[in-house]
C-alpha cells in the first residue's frame, strides 16, 4: 500500500516537472507584453513630433505660388485673383484682410526678385515656404494702375488706407508698405507722399523691397487695396481727407487755423500757387497783378504768390490751411487743396489743346474739390497758342505741356465774382460760429472712429 502511494505521488511530480518549462515559458510571454504595453506611450509620445515635422514638412511642400498678376482677369481683379474683396465696416473701399477666414487663417507670401514677375502664395505660419523671411506687424499692400509719384494718383492710393486706418482706431499702424504697379514692386513713393503717409499713420514709411537673399517675403498680417478708392463711399472719402488733412497739420505744428490768417475773422486768403515749366503761366508778374487789384476792392483780402516747387511739404500745408480760394494751373500742385478748409474755392487753368483732346482726366481736381467738400470755381481753357510743328493732328501731345496766357478782362471779372461770393460766405460763416457761441472751426477732427 504504502509502495503505491510513493509511486503515484512520483508520477505527479514528474508530471509537474514536465509541465513546469512551459509554465514559465508562458509567464515569460506575459511579462514580455505587459513591459511592451507600460513602454507604448513612451513610444508614442516620442514618434509626434517627427509626426508633426512631417505634417509641416507636406504643408510646406503644398505651398503654391501664383502669378501675382493674373493677366486671365480684368485689372483690379487680376492682382492675388484667388480672393474676393470685401467692404467692411460699410462704406469701405474693397479690399482684402489676411489672414481671414476667408484665407483659411493663411498669410500672405510675396516672391518679387528683380527682373522677375512677381508672385504670391498662401500659407500657414507654422509652414511657410522654404527660405521665407516672415515680416512681423502689419503690411499695407498697394496695387495701382498708376505710379507713386504723381500726387493725384498717390492720393487716390493713399485715401483708402488712411479711412481703414483711422475706422481701426488708429490702433492698426503699418510695420511695413508693399507697392505694386501693374502687379510689379516699386520701392518708392513721392516725397510729398510719403510725408502725407508718416503724417496720417504716425509712423515712419518702410517701404518693403522683397530683396531677401534667403527667397519670399511673408506678413504677418497684411491688408491688401487693389482698386484703389473703388467702393469707398462718398462719406468715407470725405471724412478720410478730414482725417489725413488734420493729421498732416498736426505734424506741421499748424494750430487751429484761424479766420482770418493773423487778421479778422472775415478776412479773405487768396493764395497764387505758380508752376515752373509745363502748364506755367508765360507772365506771372501780370496774372498776380490782376488778382491783387481785384483782391484790393474786398475789405480784409490778401494774395500770396508761391511756387509749389521750392516748398517743403510742411511749408505747402501751412499755406493751404490758411488758404480761402486757391489760383492755380492744372497740375500736381493742386493736390494741396487737400489742406484747405471745407467750403474753400479753386480756380483752374489750362493751355490749348486740354479742353478739345484731354477727356474726362482733365477734371481730376474738379472732382477731388467736390469730394473734398470745396468749391470748384470753374477752369480757364487758354484759346491761344503757337502753331503745331510740322502739322502735328494731335493737339494734346502738341500743347499738353505748353505754358498759360493771360485774359487780363476774363480773369478780373471772374476773380471779381469768385471772391465777393467766398468773402460772403465767410463772412455769414464766422458771423453763425459768433451767434452760436461756438468756437471757431479751425481744424478738422482728427479723432479715430
Sequence with gaps: MAMRKSTTN?????????????????????????????LSPIVQCASQPAAADDLVDRLRASVTFLPLRDTRERPGKWF???????????????????????????????????????AYALAWRDALPRGAELRPGLAFVSESFYDYKNLWHGLAALAPFASWHARSGCRARPASWALFQRGAARMEMGGWLTSLAEATT?????????????GPVCFEEAVVFRRNMDGLSRERLRAAYDFMRCRARARCGVADVPGGGGGEPAALRVTLLFRTGARAFKNETAVARVFQRECARVAGCTVT???????????????????????????????????????????????????????????????????????????????????????????LSCYKSRQIGLDEAY???????????????????????AQAGERERGRATCECS
Excluded at 480773369?411 to 460760429?433: C, L, N, S, Y
Aim: aromatic share 10%; hydrophobic share 45%; proline share 6%.
Design 202 to 214: 504716425g509712423v515712419d514709411m518702410v517701404i518693403e523691397t522683397f530683396r531677401s537673399p534667403a
Design 10 to 38: 512520483l508520477h505527479y511530480l514528474n508530471a509537474v516537472l514536465c509541465l513546469l518549462p512551459t509554465l514559465l515559458l508562458a509567464v515569460f510571454v506575459y511579462l514580455q507584453f505587459q513591459t511592451l504595453s507600460l
Design 411 to 433: 480773369f478780373a471779372k471772374w476773380a471779381a465774382t469768385v471772391f465777393a461770393a467766398a468773402k460772403e460766405r465767410k463772412t455769414i460763416a464766422v458771423g453763425d460760429r
Design 305 to 395: 504768390t508761391a511756387h509749389s516747387d521750392n516748398m517743403t511739404f510742411c511749408d505747402q500745408v501751412r499755406l493751404l490751411s490758411s488758404t480761402d480760394v486757391l489760383v492755380s494751373p492744372h497740375g500736381a500742385q493742386l493736390a494741396n487743396m487737400l489742406f484747405m478748409e471745407r467750403n474753400s474755392s479753386v480756380m483752374e487753368f489750362y493751355p490749348l489743346g486740354w479742353r478739345q483732346r484731354a477727356g474726362g482726366g482733365q477734371f481730376i481736381f474738379r472732382w477731388m474739390a467736390d469730394r473734398a467738400g470745396m468749391r470748384h470755381e470753374g477752369s480757364w481753357w487758354d484759346p491761344h497758342g503757337e502753331p503745331c510743328p510740322d502739322g502735328n493732328p494731335d493737339i
Design 80 to 118: 492675388i485673383s484667388a480672393m474676393n474683396d470685401i467692404s467692411e465696416p460699410e462704406g469701405e473701399a474693397k479690399h482684402l484682410v489676411l489672414p481671414s477666414a476667408a484665407s483659411s487663417g493663411r498669410v500672405l507670401c510675396v516672391s518679387a526678385p528683380p527682373g522677375v514677375d512677381a
